[in-house]
């Protein structure tokens, strides 16, 4: 038996997905930008897509352009806002995305932007009061880059209120929306924002296909150039089997999410009662009893012999998880985030998370491994 408990890192594909895909696929072969029959379909394909996306956000369809991933479209947002929109500041935080983090430190270096970090408490929770003060603090064209939940310990800003501050001091906001785009309603014409992100394989969906909002007031270049795609803001064709398997993916976990959410809240609070019945000196990181994303537990193992080995002691007992974000090699070491929130060196951090296609006897399974792998008269120090 396998458990899969890495879902922030990506999701299994629905079934219904690739149903939607493998029709396409059978179907549908011609280049959306062809005049000729098969590309008006392709192309038509393309446009349904695109307003199924845009009606869930409640934005407009000249506001969602398709791209590869979250990735691409954060780098979009922030260069793009650096070349095209005038901003020569950019206020983020040491907990972004790499995806984020590195775009705003090239565009620090290669185009001399000031970069400034918003402060963050030690469960990842963002410092509002300091976030207004840099805000007035310096008259330059500011963009602010802040997550809306963090990948690693599932800690969730309060989009509102940065909003709110954005607008009050006329600054551009950018969030990457990847893990709760499809988890959380996120209605861009209540909650005014700028750039957001999304990737289909966090809910469900192919990889190598997301989307970004940009805002109608936003009025930025293409950053890949050669082709008038994606009205004239992407250029290459259009991955079209992949943005079908999007659209239908973004479509469900829309739809089903309330009923996917209390599915999954069961599961996550089973393992937190798990974890306190049968093992000493537990912790969980981020603000996981307070304003969290359900998908994710970032759990606080103790000092034990065998800790250093738990994430591949448990990947042998058949439990795929992770020690922070995929993106850095889903090993705990070296993870900005961790430091970020003072995690100590000598404990270890586990990242579970979740989708609605688990289940309690997966929980449970879990924890028998624990019990095997971690007995509680080694983990108590």
């Known amino acids: 038996m396998r458990v899969y408990f890495d879902n922030a890192a990506t999701t299994a594909i629905s079934e219904e997905v690739i149903e939607a895909m493998a029709n396409c696929m059978r179907e549908h072969y011609g280049n959306p930008s062809s005049i000729h029959a098969e590309g008006r379909k392709s192309r038509s394909i393309i446009e349904t897509a695109r307003k199924v996306v845009a009606g869930q956000l409640n934005a407009s369809l000249g506001e969602i352009f398709f791209t590869s991933g979250g990735t691409e479209s954060s780098n979009m947002a922030i260069k793009c806002a650096v070349r095209d929109l005038g901003v020569t500041r950019i206020l983020t935080t040491k907990m972004e995305h790499s995806c984020v983090l590195y775009p705003v430190k090239c565009m620090a270096t290669q185009q001399n932007i000031e970069m400034d970090f918003i402060e963050m408490d030690d469960k990842g929770r963002l410092d509002y009061t300091q976030l207004e003060k840099l805000l007035q603090s310096s008259d330059k064209k500011t963009l602010v880059s802040v997550m809306h939940a963090n990948n690693e310990i599932g800690t969730v800003n309060d989009m509102e209120r940065i909003s709110q501050l954005c607008q009050e001091y006329d600054a551009f906001y950018h969030s990457d929306t990847v893990q709760t785009m499809g988890h959380f309603p996120i209605d861009v014409d209540k909650t005014k924002i700028h750039f957001l992100t999304g990737a289909a394989h966090k809910f469900h969906g192919p990889k190598g296909t997301g989307f970004i909002y940009i805002n109608g007031d936003c009025h930025i270049k293409p950053m890949i150039d050669g082709g008038s795609q994606e009205r004239n803001m992407r250029a290459g064709t259009e991955n079209l089997y992949g943005i079908v398997g999007m659209a239908k993916a973004f479509e469900l976990a829309c739809n089903e999410m309330e009923e996917r959410k209390n599915h999954i809240e069961n599961i996550r609070q089973r393992l937190i009662n798990g974890l306190k019945e049968n093992f000493e000196d537990i912790q969980f990181n981020g603000d996981w009893d307070g304003n969290y994303l359900y998908t994710v537990l970032s759990v606080s193992f103790p000092p034990s012999p065998k800790i ?21 090699s889903g090993a705990e070491k070296g993870s900005h985030v961790l430091q970020a929130i003072g995690h100590p060196a000598d404990r270890k951090a586990i990242r579970f998370s979740f989708s609605h296609y688990n289940t309690e006897a997966e929980v449970d399974f879990l924890l028998d491994k624990l019990k095997v792998i971690l007995p509680v008269q080694e983990v108590v120090i």
């Open 308 to 328: 250093s080995m738990l994430l591949q002691l448990l990947d042998i007992h058949g439990i795929s998880c992770s020690g922070g974000s995929a993106c850095s």
